[in-house]
C-alpha cells in the first residue's frame, strides 16, 4: 500500500541490497589477484560512481567466470523512500562488511610478493557486494541462494551500471591479504547467512 501511495505522489524509490558470495576449492586463489586490482582502481576513483561501476562490472564478470567454484550465497537488503534513509543503510552495511573476518585491507603492509613460495593458499573466498540504486530490479529484490537466481541478480547488477542508476557501490572481501586464510571454521563464525548452493 506505502508502495502505491509513493509511486503516486512520484517519490523516489531506493533499493539497497548486499549480497554474499562464496567461493571454495583449490585453484580459486586467483580471484584474490582481481579483487586486490579492483580494490586498488576503487581507491583510485575516490568515488566516482562510474568508475566503480566499472570496476563492478569487471569484478561481477570474473565472478561469473568462476560459478562452478560458489560454493554459498546469500542477500539481505530494504526498499527506502528517502535518500537520507537509504544512505545511512548503505554506512551501516558498509561498516558491517568491514568488521568482518578477514576483510580489512592494509595497504602500508608489504604485499607479500616477495615471500617464499610457502605462502598458505585459501580454500575460501567471500564476497560482499553493497548496492544503492533507484527503482525496483526484481532480479535483486528475492532471494538469490542458488545458482540461477544469483547469475541473474548478477547480470542485474551490469545493466545498472548501464543505465546509471547506481548510488552507492562497495566491495568487501575475504581474505583481503595475501597469506591470509578463511577456514571453514571461520565462515561459520563470521559468515552465519551463507547458504549452500
Known amino acids: 500500500m506505502r508502495d502505491t501511495f509513493n509511486r503516486m505522489v512520484g517519490r523516489t524509490r ?3 541490497c ?3 558470495i562464496h567461493l571454495g576449492g583449490s585453484d580459486i586463489a ?3 589477484g582481481v579483487l586486490n586490482h579492483s580494490a586498488r ?3 583510485d576513483a575516490d568515488g566516482d560512481l562510474q568508475v566503480l561501476g566499472e570496476v563492478l562490472v569487471e569484478l561481477i564478470e570474473t565472478l561469473l567466470r568462476y560459478d562452478e ?3 554459498s550465497a546469500a542477500n539481505e537488503g530494504d526498499v527506502f523512500w528517502s535518500e537520507g534513509e537509504a544512505g545511512d543503510y548503505v554506512n551501516e552495511l558498509f561498516t558491517n562488511s568491514a568488521e568482518r573476518y578477514g576483510a580489512d585491507i592494509d ?3 608489504p604485499s607479500g610478493f616477495d615471500e617464499p613460495f610457502s605462502i598458505p593458499v585459501t580454500r575460501n573466498v567471500v564476497v560482499m557486494i553493497t548496492v544503492a540504486f533507484e527503482g525496483e530490479v526484481p532480479e535483486l529484490e528475492t532471494d538469490l541462494a542458488n545458482i540461477q537466481a544469483l547469475k ?3 547480470r542485474a547488477l551490469i545493466n545498472l551500471q548501464y543505465k546509471n542508476k547506481f548510488r552507492a557501490i562497495q566491495v568487501h572481501f575475504s581474505p583481503a591479504q595475501l597469506g591470509d586464510e578463511l577456514s571453514n571454521d571461520d565462515l561459520l563464525q563470521y559468515y552465519p547467512e551463507l547458504i549452500p548452493l
Open 14 to 16: 531506493y533499493v539497497v
Open 18 to 20: 548486499r549480497l554474499f
Open 30 to 32: 586467483p580471484i584474490l
Open 41 to 43: 582502481e576503487a581507491i
Open 69 to 71: 567454484y560458489w560454493t
Open 107 to 109: 595497504w602500508d603492509s
Open 152 to 154: 541473474e541478480g548478477l
